[in-house]
């Protein structure tokens, strides 16, 4: 490591601590979506309403000095109010492009699964192909952009699953669990002091994104752990190849050829952020349930059974072997 790297993973750090002032816990939460940032993947969230999911992006924000824009997404929203639109000018005559909330460096899609397919399928173009296409103009987005998406439970009512391929396009999706009993009475006693307002100060700045992003291009991954890589994602698509006969039954689809990319890249970031400039086992098991579990669809059997994504990953883990 150079003593630049030494430098960037104390900013790091210190992202980590400036966060902590503001949000009790989600240690995990935080980690991914830097983990995000620094890869260029979006990051889908779940969870109840309720346990700091915007808070925490929005303070991430502040201490990055990124461009920050909440959208709040619902049944009647139109993809004008996500992209923008064309207006008409009296003085000049002319239609202008007013741009929309998309414009940013960080978009929170609040709620992402109650809106329309339209808008779901503007803003998939923006994910995918970082540009914004109003009227017949085209405008390429800002650099680093990235997209947190924020999902109730498909149980809620005024909720449905998301398209197959736009659920691709998010790198991981991360459970977001209850806060322990003492982080809980943190949060209380934080929240009932009516004048707590602690003032997030600035870490990192897009430059430094970017040189940590061409740091964790660097981190070298043996040809081993790159093939077990594939094994994982082959196991998901064939799993009676892998005597894996139980999970086979409750599996309908394997994960994706994106699966393969995100998971090699997000492993890279997690022997970054250890320090390290090379990838071991453990970071590519540690990622890829968040990497699996959104991509990996089971059948109507694994339903009434009440089998879950994350135990048919867990399960794959723990049969293929490295260097199969």
Known sequence: MTSSDITYHTKIRQVFDEMSKVVVGQQALLNRLLIGLFTGGHILLEGVPGLAKTLTINTLAKALQLDFQRI???????????????????????????????????????????????????????????????GEETFVLDKPFLVLATQN????????????????????????????????????????????DYEVQPVLDKEDIFAIKNEINKITISETLERYIIELVFATRRPLDYNLRDEARYIQYGVSPRASINLNRAAKALAYFDQRDYVLPEDIKEVAPDVFNHRILLNYEAEADGVTTLQIIDSILRKVAIGR
């Open 72 to 134: 709040q997404f619902t049944p009647d929203l139109l993809p004008a109010d996500l992209i923008g639109t064309m207006i008409f000018n009296q003085k000049s005559g002319d239609f202008e492009v007013k741009q929309g909330p998309v414009f940013a460096n960080l978009i929170l899609a609040d709620e992402v699964n109650r809106s329309p397919a339209k808008v779901q399928s503007a803003l998939l173009e923006a994910m995918q192909e970082k540009q914004v296409t109003i």
């Open 153 to 196: 439970p498909v149980e809620q009512e005024g909720t449905y699953p998301l398209p197959e391929a736009q659920i691709d396009r998010f790198m991981m999706k991360v459970f977001v669990d209850y806060l322990s009993k003492d982080e809980e009475l943190e949060v209380m006693r934080r929240m009932s002091n009516l004048n707590f």
